[in-house]
């Protein structure tokens, strides 16, 4: 539910502090939580230890789906781990969606969680959206469908071949 991304920004890097900060929350959280956006897109891609380019997939935040039974016990380990509750223009719109932030000396860190069951599949260790359910995500819930991960994805899939781990979703366009 983020803000696209600005496109004269598209070719730098992403903070590599922020990316490993936001990888460690993500694996904190894997028990209870499947991972979408961007965050999803990282880990279906195989092992990419080069520069992140933000073009790949966005890292802004963190969106994460919790199954509704398990909204409670995601809650207290949130602020076990020091997030609180942030105030959004979709709280008016919205029973199903909860952004939470954390700020420390390792920086901001936003999750933006969704209650609700999705299908899923597993990557590189987390439960992240099945790719087909995820891109139609875009346009909706999320919104930076131009990115390499999710063209990809598009193209793979229409293709029949399974997105998970292609050297394409972290490729720079020709």
Not at 2 to 31: C, T
Not at 110 to 125: K, Q, T, W
Not at 166 to 171: A, D, I, P, S
Request: hydrophobic letters at 40%.
């Amino acid at each position: 539910m983020g803000d696209a991304r600005n496109p004269k920004r598209a070719h730098e890097q992403w903070n590599p502090e922020r990316l490993r900060i936001g990888e460690a929350e993500v694996r904190a959280l894997a028990p209870w939580v499947t991972v979408s956006g961007g965050w999803a897109w990282h880990f279906m891609a195989p092992p990419h230890a080069e520069a992140e380019l933000k073009l790949f997939h966005d890292h802004k935040d963190v969106d994460l789906f919790v199954e509704p039974a398990r909204f409670p016990e995601l809650i207290a380990v949130l602020t076990a781990r020091g997030y609180h509750r942030i105030w959004t223009r979709f709280d008016a719109t919205s029973t199903h969606f909860y952004r939470y932030a954390r700020h420390d000396a390792g920086g901001k860190v936003i999750l933006d969680v969704f209650v609700r069951s999705v299908p899923s599949v597993e990557a590189a260790g987390v439960r992240v959206v099945d790719p087909a359910t995820l891109l139609t995500f875009y346009g909706d819930i999320h919104s930076t469908e131009d990115c390499v991960s999710v063209l990809a994805a598009r193209t793979l899939l229409s293709r029949g071949v399974s997105p998970l781990g292609r050297r394409e979703l972290v490729t720079r366009p020709s």
